[in-house]
């Protein structure tokens, strides 16, 4: 069984620099660039909207626990913020352009945007963890989907779920 590593540097070279302008896309590349750019445009839209929903019940919340519970919100609205620019910085390696478009935002997004007039911090840490659960759902489904075929952008979403875990369980803890 010959198992020896052994790579053609030569024909690697000519291929980058006849490639150039298909930046880090080489030839190797499993993915369907134009899907994942799509299903990274929603991963966008649905860190926007998180952001959004957590930043308004961060403003939102009043009462006896209001300081813990909006401090956990902004924090987890920061970290959503990250997440989509993260995807957006994928979107554009990939050759694509970033949507953020306000118009087209909450009907990409996997998740909704629920506000409340009321000061209920309970009903705002239930609504944030379903919107969680969502997230962890529709990302783990998208690693499955992307396999082996584009092993940036899963090890992306990876990160980003393991996040999007953490912030489940934060909520759930404050839901004691």
């Given at each position: 069984?010959?198992?020896?590593?052994?790579?053609?540097?030569?024909?690697?070279?000519?291929?980058?620099?006849?490639?150039?302008?298909?930046?880090?896309?080489?030839?190797?590349y499993q993915g369907d660039?134009?899907?994942?750019?799509?299903v990274l445009n929603d991963?966008?839209?649905?860190?926007?909207?998180?952001?959004?929903?957590?930043?308004?019940?961060?403003?939102?919340?009043?009462?006896?626990?209001?300081?813990?519970?909006?401090?956990?919100?902004?924090?987890?609205?920061?970290?959503?913020?990250?997440?989509?620019?993260?995807?957006?910085?994928?979107?554009?390696?990939?050759?694509?352009?970033?949507?953020?478009?306000?118009?087209?935002?909450?009907?990409?997004a996997h998740t909704e945007?629920?506000?409340?007039?009321?000061?209920?911090?309970?009903?705002?840490?239930?609504?944030?963890?379903?919107?969680?659960?969502?997230?962890?759902?529709?990302?783990?489904?998208?690693?499955?989907?992307?396999?082996?075929?584009?092993?940036?952008?899963?090890?992306?979403?990876?990160?980003?779920?393991?996040?999007?875990?953490?912030?489940?369980?934060?909520?759930?803890?404050?839901?004691?």
């Amino acid at each position: 069984m010959d198992n020896q590593f052994a790579i053609d540097v030569t024909k690697i070279r000519e291929d980058a620099r006849a490639r150039m302008q298909d930046g880090p896309v080489t030839g190797d590349y499993q993915g369907d660039t134009k899907r994942i750019i799509e299903v990274l445009n929603d991963v966008v839209a649905t860190e926007v909207v998180c952001f959004l929903r957590y930043s308004q019940h961060a403003i939102a919340a009043t009462g006896i626990d209001r300081t813990q519970v909006a401090a956990e919100f902004r924090e987890h609205a920061k970290q959503e913020m990250d997440h989509g620019l993260r995807a957006a910085e994928r979107v554009s390696q990939l050759g694509g352009s970033p949507d953020f478009d306000p118009a087209t935002l909450a009907a990409r997004a996997h998740t909704e945007y629920v506000t409340t007039d009321e000061t209920d911090l309970q009903r705002m840490l239930k609504e944030n963890l379903v919107a969680e659960r969502i997230v962890i759902s529709s990302y783990q489904e998208i690693i499955r989907w992307i396999g082996v075929s584009d092993p940036t952008t899963r090890r992306l979403m990876e990160s980003i779920l393991e996040e999007e875990e953490e912030h489940a369980d934060d909520i759930l803890d404050l839901l004691g």
